[in-house]
């Protein structure tokens, strides 16, 4: 027979029941008192004269419920945690274990087994970190061994405080406000990239992501081309003061390394409007989305197999769209205030860097550790005046364009050494290449490219040099 340790409201019952038949006491007050009806009075009464107190103990008492989960299973969904799925979200876990281990389990029952272990979530409000840091903190002070109380200290270093971020109601339509950001961790095979990333704040829609090494201005002009391509012009970047988007060193060593100029003359051009701030708060959709992306993203791609940048940028692409259909928001079409997309050939000309050269003697420039010759679109080759003043078109597609008093033309690599010999190698006849060289529209113009310069206040030399020349700017 079991031992009868009563509840409270199993005690009240008890007690009641035995006072009644004890002193042959009202079994209608009886029932009053403890909200039951009389019949159940006869049925207790009966249990008690039966099984004495042991008969008020539930009868599943003990026992587990048909539908719990077996032991094995949860200590193989701990293991995968701890092992496999190390750092994931436990909604993002409990997605992973019905896809991949096919396991079928709630994200609380999770939760209960993690927090028996004194395992958290990655997003763990601070309520339950304190929590669990108290717990820790008893049983630090209860262990006796050594070893026990380092690894309770290696736990309670593990926890850290969370900063609440104030909320702002969403934009009303879509692209009227785009979010970027870069955030840099190990994403893949233990190498170190910065992933960039843009989110529509309406739809909470990512719209564009590309991994680099660095945080760059070629990072952000892939993720403007996904925008430009998949959704069109938006209205609004809301961005931090990266040097990518705002540039305010007096003394740059050259115009290449003037990046806000680059990206704020490629926005300019689009009609799009950059607002910088240095509060992480005002973008607070990207901040979390960054954090998101950090949670999911490394174990998608370590089971995907991922192991180079390459890779990994492909991965983004299907791995963006299956994102927004889970999370992203399902607005009408009709709420959006993109532009129409722009062409290819406009996309491929106003994302370029444009870069300050001069001719040297040799009739050639100097761009990124080699020598370029001017050419025409025949092939021809352009012998420009020595010293006089060029810019350096790096188109979005790689090509290189120079501008001479706004004539454009063709870059050919000069080799350091001939390819073959005219004299003892056998050279078969080949036609000679033709080169593409764009019409010379907007973007690519040099006198507007230097009136943008002499707008900008931290660069006073273009403003005195354009000024001199008498142009209006």
Known sequence: MRKAELRMNEIEKYEVIKHLVD?????????????????????????????????????????SPAIAKDESVRAQVIELYQSKYENANLTHFCELLESMEQIKVSRNTVNH?????????????????RKLKKELCQLQQAA???????EIEKQLECIEQSEAHPTRPRKAYMGEQIQMDASSICWFANITTHLHLAIDDASGMVV?????????????????????INYGIPALFKVDKRT????????APQDYEDTFTQFGYACKT????????????????????NQTFQSRLPIELRLAGVTTIEEANQFLIEYIKRFNQQFALRLNSTHSVF??????????????????????????????????????????????????????????????????????????LIPEHEIVSHEFDTVKETKPRKYYIPPLTHPWKQASYNAYLARQKHRPEYINEYSDSGANV
């Not at 087994?113 to 970190?129: D, Q």
């Open 23 to 63: 002193h042959d006491g009202n079994k209608n007050r009886a029932a009053a008192k403890l909200g039951v009806t009389r019949r159940t009075i006869d049925r207790m009464i009966h249990t008690y004269k039966e099984q004495g107190k042991e008969g008020f103990l539930h009868g599943n008492r003990g026992r």
């Open 113 to 129: 087994w993690l927090r028996t272990e004194h395992i958290l979530s990655p997003k763990a409000h601070r309520k339950t970190k």
């Open 144 to 150: 006796k061994s050594g070893k026990s109380k380092c």
């Open 208 to 228: 564009g992501a590309y991994l680099d090494y660095e945080e760059t201005l070629k990072g952000y002009y892939h993720v403007l081309y996904q925008i430009l």
């Open 244 to 251: 990518v988007f705002e540039y305010k060193r007096k003394n």
């Open 270 to 289: 689009l009609g799009i409007e950059i607002e910088a701030s240095s509060v992480p708060q005002t973008k607070g959709r990207v901040e979390r989305l």
């Open 339 to 412: 532009e129409r997309q722009p062409s290819e050939d406009v996309i491929n000309t106003t994302l370029a860097v444009l870069t300050s050269r001069v001719i040297d003697n040799g009739h050639s420039i100097r761009f990124k550790n080699g020598r370029y010759q001017p050419v025409t679109k025949d092939g021809s080759a352009v012998y420009l005046t020595p010293g006089s003043t060029a810019l350096v078109i790096e188109a979005f597609d790689q090509n290189l364009y120079l501008n001479v008093l706004d004539q454009l033309f063709a870059l050919k």
